[in-house]
């Protein structure tokens, strides 16, 4: 039961969260924004749980789920009601700051409890179910929000963005004993982070887990811009996005039986290679309808990926350490998403944006060929064993 109860609470909140990604695009945008200065605005979503995220995931195994999970709702709701009450540019970067730096504490506790829900192929199931709950945001998300800047508003849009975080937090408040306590008797050892990345397929599996983050975050950062400098109305590019989120959610149906078929490292593998072959052709195309295409090949390459790498991370955690393996994976993650729209945003600003496309299929293409290795060093341990 508890499972399901942090799916649903996980799609209510991330609806919001991803919604107000692309909201803080084109309002920057619509404010005067240039392309670095949006990049600003998604690293600074990231910047401050880069530095809490491995001590939120000791509390996670320390104290339970649900005190992290109430102060993520409370940051996820302040944060996106700033703009709404002060339309300016300078507050973008305030709720930007403020969900970031709050929204960390629902998403490690969230991912842990999964992780805890279930062993072998029930983990792989269950984080599979809790990425199809984030692929339907994915997929609902980008199109609300189009449809409500283009009906209601930027602003406006925020505080409808901002009732959805409510029902989590409400929840929350008062079902308290939904959520189980933290029993692990280990959890108040002191430990060092650096011990975690001692241990090197832990290490790839989060070096994997931090390119597949480049690759999702940068396709939501660049499609909104490169959108609007092709014409396409907020609807539009609400659509195209909206194409991507479906193809994640149906790649995370199909992921548990590839994996049952071959194993997690193979299917990380083949997914980021696609996703990189994919990447290149974004620049050459204007077309909407041919973007919708390239948008749901790439949304397939990459459903798997996010959700393998939850796994690869959880089952090479040391024992009672899995919650702060997670919390290591956000702040490897975090380092990308603030690091990586800085960059890009320079460069599309400089070059334009195919070279951004291009360095990101670099990126993935590195990513593939990391767990290649791993996939190959697995068939021959079963080899000879």
């Not at 709950?133 to 409808?160: N, R």
């Amino acid at each position: 039961m508890t499972f399901y109860i942090v799916v649903a609470l996980t799609v209510l909140n991330h609806i919001a969260y991803k919604g107000s990604k692309m909201l803080v695009s084109l309002y920057a945008i619509d404010f005067g924004g240039t392309p670095f200065e949006v990049g600003i605005l998604f690293s600074l979503y990231s910047l401050f749980s880069l530095f809490i995220a491995v001590h939120v995931g000791r509390l996670s195994d320390r104290v339970g789920p649900r005190r992290l999970m109430l102060v993520g709702c409370c940051g996820l709701a302040g944060g996106l009601l700033l703009p709404f009450i002060w339309p300016r540019m300078g507050v973008l970067y305030l709720s930007a700051t403020l969900i970031g730096a709050l929204y960390i504490f629902f998403t490690v506790a969230a991912q842990h409890l999964i992780g805890a829900s279930g062993a072998g192929h029930a983990r792989t199931r269950n984080f599979g179910v809790y990425s199809l709950g984030v692929g339907i945001t994915s997929l609902c998300a980008p199109p609300l929000t189009g449809f409500a800047i283009d009906h209601f508003g930027h602003q406006m849009t925020y505080a409808l963005l901002a009732l959805l975080p409510l029902g989590p937090l409400v929840f929350l408040l008062f079902f308290r004993r939904a959520l189980p306590r933290s029993n692990n008797s280990t959890a108040r050892l002191e430990h060092r982070a650096v011990d975690l990345l001692r241990n090197a397929s832990l290490r790839r599996a989060l070096i994997a887990a931090g390119i597949v983050e480049t690759g999702g975050e940068l396709y939501n950062f660049y499609m909104p811009i490169y959108g609007h400098t092709i014409g396409l109305s907020a609807s539009r590019i609400g659509l195209i996005i909206g194409v991507f989120g479906a193809a994640l959610l149906l790649a995370r149906v199909l992921m548990p039986a590839l994996v049952r078929r071959s194993n997690e490292e193979t299917v990380l593998y083949g997914s980021l290679a696609l996703t990189a072959a994919t990447c290149v052709l974004f620049p050459f195309v204007s077309d909407p309808l041919m973007l919708a295409v390239i948008s749901c090949v790439f949304g397939l390459g990459l459903g798997c990926c996010g959700p393998l790498s939850m796994i690869l991370t959880y089952n090479r955690a040391p024992e009672g350490r899995a919650g702060e393996a997670m919390g290591l994976r956000q702040s490897f993650n975090k380092f990308i998403e603030v690091v990586m729209p800085l960059l890009f945003g320079t460069l599309g600003t400089a070059f334009g944006l195919g070279p951004a496309f291009w360095l990101n299929a670099t990126f993935l293409a590195s990513g593939a060929a990391l767990m290649k290795v791993d996939a190959n060093d697995r068939a021959r341990r079963k080899a000879s064993g």
